[in-house]
């Protein structure tokens, strides 16, 4: 999890509190953030979840100290100026990393210690929510050395402008997100003292060769310009002419990346942070014009930074239940604002039926206000843990339950275990495979061709069923649930050329595939799968280790013939357990293994686990 380093005297200085470092431990550890060590240079570090990206900076670990301490009640939304800068983005900018948002902060007090909080900030959202820059990256400039073009009334240019002039004017300034050719304009890097061009910054440049896999493959890289030319390489670097140091006062923030919440987000809590330090917030236009990608949710125009308060809802019941103590309402409202929150309750009327008649029972409910940098808020229950934070945890009084229950193993759990004791005494090696891959993976590089939601599935070959997808996937090697497991055993047969033969491997793992007809749209399993790779393997090797695990159980086994794509015709049949047709063995197909550098011959099966019940 992510590790913060926190100066305590600054800590002292945003939270006006004269604590040691000793009282700062405490009280951090009672809003979960647990102390790790020291730094060389005397800086505490502490660990904490990934969900409260406010807290990656110590402007909002001090933020968060101060409502535990009385000091701040309530959603506080910074004041904003009108946009006086437009982002104008060109249809040029490549698919791939088609959105952007921005925002200006005017009369920043960094010195030293705030740009050095700076920079941390902006690495842990880049290590956690930017997902290694790859969903979104974040430029931070010196506004002073930017140039717009300024518009008119009628948004015609009018001319050049520089920053310091801007601040005179009422028209507004323009910079452009577009796409550049690896060979195209030229721009002198940080920690470079010479103009290269994009593509010479992903061979020759340290940061480059570090982030080139997110851009190298593009025909076109993303790119920022003003009037002056290229200053922003996004997600890669920033150009020297903007950069910041301790003595920049007016920031001008810019974000790209591949899903416009996600962007929108990390600029919100990064303007929170820099209104710690005396800055003075101002929106920035984003323009898409004509012919560009933009966001179907909110449009082709946007005002940034989105400081929008979301708005939750909670019963009083249940936070009482999953707190285990009684409260108040008011009570409750006093806890919320020491949250940072702001929450008014009111009556509901809520018809509960009972095994008579219709009972009309009243409720409290809680209105819940969210500041828009806490990103974590999804559900009521993550309301519920704030008041029990604010509360204290530490005060929660143990009780023991109504209903004793004495704890063992699933039924599932045993079988799993029973099925792995026989597969590791017939030779196998026990495997434990991520549940998560890709479509290549699952389908293609075993010759599959994936079935369309809400087709007919009794005649398709295992794993043929249609994936359940990832929205937002942190890597293209892993998209889906994997709807068979046996890609997940060739492909550690892949990694495994090295080593010598024979391997033979196995796992009982979980599958799911996508099915509309249950209600969470995804149908589980559990499987069954082995591999024998070696110069003899054969089918009937595959099936007399089959056999021998369905004699362990019991059950009853039958090995038609069949067609599946992924195995050799003619020596391939279905798995038939009691009746029921619930896997397959046979041989792999020699395209499935040449495509992997496996050299010797493969033999596999997969079957349900429920089938050995």
Avoid at 57 to 66: C, I, W
Avoid at 101 to 116: C, D, I, K, W
Avoid at 123 to 131: D, P, S
Avoid at 483 to 500: D, G, I, K, Y
Wanted: proline residues 5%.
């Amino acid at each position: 999890m992510p590790v913060v380093d926190i100066d305590t005297d600054e800590l002292r200085g945003l939270t006006g509190e004269d604590k040691s470092d000793e009282e700062f431990k405490q009280d951090l550890f009672a809003l979960g953030l647990e102390y790790e060590g020291d730094t060389d240079d005397g800086l505490l570090q502490f660990e904490f979840g990934p969900d409260r990206l406010d807290r990656l900076s110590v402007e909002g670990v001090a933020r968060s100290l101060r409502y535990q301490y009385g000091a701040d009640r309530g959603v506080y939304v910074p004041d904003t100026n009108d946009a006086g800068w437009t982002i104008e983005v060109d249809p040029s900018v490549p698919d791939e990393r088609p959105y952007v948002t921005g925002a200006v902060v005017r009369g920043v007090e960094l010195g030293e210690s705030g740009l050095e909080s700076l920079i941390q900030l902006q690495e842990k959202l880049h290590a956690t929510m930017g997902r290694g820059r790859a969903k979104g990256a974040i430029g931070v400039h010196d506004l002073t050395m930017l140039k717009g073009q300024a518009l008119t009334e009628e948004n015609e240019p009018s001319g050049t402008i520089d920053a310091a002039t801007a601040d005179l004017g009422a028209t507004e300034k323009t910079i452009t997100y577009r796409g550049v050719e690896p060979d195209g304009d030229r721009f002198v890097p940080l920690d470079a003292n010479a103009e290269m061009t994009p593509g010479d910054v992903l061979a020759d440049h340290d940061t480059g060769e570090t982030y080139a896999d997110l851009v190298g493959d593009l025909d076109r890289y993303p790119a920022i310009y003003d009037e002056l030319g290229l200053f922003s390489f996004p997600p890669v670097i920033n150009g020297k002419r903007t950069e910041v140091d301790t003595d920049s006062r007016d920031l001008f923030i810019e974000l790209t990346g591949t899903d416009q919440w996600t962007i929108d987000k990390m600029c919100v809590v990064l303007c929170y942070a820099l209104s710690a330090r005396g800055g003075t917030v101002e929106e920035v236009q984003v323009d898409y014009t004509d012919g560009a990608t933009y966001p179907d949710e909110y449009g082709p125009e946007l005002i940034r930074p989105d400081l929008e308060v979301d708005e939750k809802s909670v019963t009083h019941d249940r936070i009482e239940t999953m707190l285990g103590v009684e409260l108040e309402r008011d009570e409750v409202v006093d806890l919320f604002e020491r949250s940072g929150l702001d929450a008014a309750y009111s009556l509901r009327r809520d018809e509960a039926e009972t095994d008579s008649a219709e009972v009309d029972e009243e409720e409290t409910v809680y209105d819940v206000d969210v500041p828009p940098y806490r990103v974590d808020v999804l559900h009521p229950l993550d309301l519920v843990d704030d008041v029990g934070r604010a509360y204290g945890f530490n005060e929660l009084e143990p009780t023991y339950p109504d209903i004793g229950t004495i704890g063992g193993r699933h039924e599932r759990s045993r079988l799993e275990r029973a099925v792995r004791t026989s597969l590791v005494g017939l030779g196998f090696e026990d495997m434990l495979n991520f549940h998560m891959t890709s479509g290549a993976e699952n389908y293609d590089r075993m010759r599959l061709d994936e079935r369309e939601p809400g087709a007919d599935l009794s005649d398709a070959p295992l794993g043929a069923e249609p994936r359940a997808e990832i929205t937002s996937p942190y890597s293209e090697d892993y998209t889906q649930l994997r709807t068979w497991a046996l890609p997940s055993l060739v492909q550690v047969l892949e990694n495994n050329t090295h080593r010598s033969y024979p391997q033979d491997l196995a796992e009982v793992g979980f599958v799911a595939r996508r099915d509309d007809g249950v209600n969470t749209r995804v149908a589980e399993d559990h499987r069954v799968a082995g591999v024998l790779a070696r110069t003899d393997a054969t089918y009937e090797d595959a099936k007399a280790r089959l056999q021998a695990v369905c004699d362990d159980f019991d059950a009853e086994l039958e090995t038609p013939a069949t067609e599946h794509p992924s195995f050799l015709d003619g020596r391939v049949g279905a798995v038939v357990v009691d009746g029921d047709s619930v896997g397959v063995v046979g041989e792999l197909h020699p395209e499935v293994l040449v495509d992997r550098d496996v050299e010797v011959p493969v033999a596999a099966f997969e079957l349900s686990l429920s089938a050995l019940e």
